[in-house]
């Protein structure tokens, strides 16, 4: 098992910190992982991206150049590397975020209405976990359990109160795959 | 301690710490600013000196104080930055005094991007700055050998009184990756340092650290010195990593970064029954020149992978010595080489070859 995720949006939607997490709960779960973010001048404007390796063996390259798998948080991500995807891979976008639809047949084009649902949770800063609950479930390559894991490592002491609505926003974009409540191409 | 989830950045300082370096100077530069600012936090937490510099020129010449006393001490910076503190690291060459300087790579010249690079090379192999001198130099490819290295590169400086340079690239010190740190490192305690100018307490003779010599005779005799000490870094601290080369019909030589995206392309290239190795220089100075000779022997090519116009080629070509073909393959401006880039030069060998 290999995922080679690219996650893209605008610098301060916590793109960074969705790689992070998601690498640290690889790490938890004893695979090889590695997160490299894009630190040059595209995170001015254009896009922010980070991308994480989540390995059985270990990692050669950290850099990506065919991503198994896209979290997109804008069109200008979308529309950089949604070309670069692997046949067969998933494209996951913000659709509160993103207004364009995917043309290619051979991915899985997964929109979530990840803005909303976190709205609805009364914290619109968990899109982004909203997002990676559906990003593990549909992979499979990290359990529940660790990605909360790592949420709680990360928040920390003073954070703690946060644990509860960041679970309901993985458990609703869990939700999302499994009754899947998404257009797929 | 278990497996922590670190920046290679921040990997070097807490190694550095680990090593037993409590004195830090430095000036922040892009993509390596995260050490020097972990530096600022950390060193005070464990007894340490931390004191950023009003320029790259006083951090070197501050490391050579702090290294007459007898400290182990280290500096870093990225590649402008880098070339500041040449004309320090040739003071500190020639007054034979021990010190780590880190440069985190970025595309140049001149001040160029600040995107992985290595196209300091040359720089950082062949002396760098003024007279006849050579550091060691380590290149570490991930960041669980940045903590082995870092640790080597004060255990050589301090045996053979000389500065050290650990090199890297934006890459290595911008990624994340899980390492563990070894509680026993070791941190410098063994090393006699008699020369360092503690004072004498009235107690014999004062002692001087200079690299100044007016006298030809003495200052040749000090060249001869350090050129026996450098053959015996040669003899002694050679590393090299080689992987699959027995029986490779090609071999990639590639170091640091631009080594574990070759790995990955050979990995490719041997599903489809090509039969390629990797040599990666840990110690680009002293070169593996013996095991590459030695392999020139047996393989139809070898190519070279870098992320320069062409540098660590040219010590591959004069290993070689004509004895089997040798290509090159490289990117710059701070781009960094593709899997399936250096497989098609892996294809292309193969072609070359047969045709």
């Known amino acids: 098992m290999k995922q080679e995720l690219i996650i893209a949006g605008f610098g301060g939607q916590g793109v960074m910190s969705m790689g992070q997490l998601l690498a640290y709960a690889g790490m938890k779960e004893g695979k090889h992982v590695s997160w490299l973010p894009s630190y040059g001048p595209e995170q001015r404007g254009g896009t922010a991206n980070v991308s994480v390796v989540i390995s059985d063996k270990e990692v050669g390259s950290p850099v990506i150049d065919k991503p198994t798998s896209v979290i997109a948080l804008n069109n200008p991500s979308f529309e950089k590397f949604e070309p670069m995807l692997i046949e067969g891979g998933d494209l996951f976008t913000n659709s509160n975020l993103v207004d364009i639809s995917s043309k290619r047949e051979d991915i899985y084009f997964l929109p979530v209405p990840a803005t909303e649902i976190a709205k609805n949770l009364k914290m619109e800063r968990v899109a982004g976990m909203v997002l990676l609950g559906a990003f593990i479930t549909k992979t499979k390559v990290l359990s529940k359990d660790s990605l909360l894991e790592a949420l709680i490592n990360v928040l920390g002491e003073k954070k703690k109160h946060l644990i509860g609505v960041n679970e309901e926003a993985i458990l609703a974009g869990e939700n999302l795959i499994e009754k899947k409540l998404f257009l797929t191409k | ?355």
């Open chain 2, 1 to 355: 301690m278990g497996k922590v989830l670190m920046k290679g950045n921040e990997v070097i300082g807490e190694a550095a710490i680990h090593a037993g370096c409590y004195y830090f100077f430095g000036y922040p530069i892009t993509p390596q600013s995260e050490l020097v600012a972990y530096m600022a936090k950390r060193l005070p937490e464990v007894g340490g000196l931390f004191l950023q510099s009003e320029s790259e020129v006083s951090a070197i010449n501050m490391v050579y104080g702090a290294a007459s006393a007898g400290k182990r001490v280290m500096t870093s910076s990225s590649s402008p930055g880098f070339s500041l503190k040449q004309e320090g690291i040739s003071y500190l060459a020639g007054a034979e005094l021990p010190a780590v300087i880190v440069n985190v790579a970025r595309g140049g010249p001149g001040l160029g991007n600040i995107q992985p690079s290595q196209s300091d090379y040359f720089q950082v192999t062949k002396g760098g700055g003024h007279g006849d001198y050579h550091t060691p130099v380590l290149a570490p490819a991930n960041l669980q050998e940045i903590i082995e290295l870092t640790s080597d590169a004060f255990r050589i400086a301090d045996q053979y009184r000389t500065p050290v340079i650990l090199l890297g690239d934006g890459m290595l010190g911008q990624m994340m990756e899980p390492v563990e740190f070894n509680e026993k490192t070791e941190t410098g305690d063994n090393f006699m340092k008699d020369w360092a100018t503690t004072g004498t307490e009235g107690d014999g003779l004062p002692k001087v650290i200079t690299s100044l010599d007016l006298n030809d005779v003495k200052l040749e005799q000090r060249n001869h010195r350090l050129q026996a000490k450098y053959r015996k870094i040669e003899n002694n601290e050679t590393k090299v990593e080689v992987k699959n080369v027995e029986e490779a019909d090609y071999v990639i030589v590639a170091y640091g970064t631009v080594a574990r995206i070759a790995h990955s392309a050979i990995e490719k290239a041997r599903q489809d029954g090509i039969k390629v190795g990797l040599i990666r220089p840990i110690s680009l100075w002293p070169f593996p020149k013996k095991i590459i000779s030695d392999t020139s022997k047996n393989v139809k090519a070898i190519l070279t992978v870098e992320m320069s116009a062409g540098q660590m080629v040219e010590d591959v070509r004069l290993a070689v010595e004509g004895k089997s073909p040798v290509s090159f393959y490289g990117r710059t401006g701070g781009i960094i080489p593709t899997v399936d880039e250096i497989y098609r030069e892996i294809l292309k060998l193969g072609k070359g070859v047969t045709s």
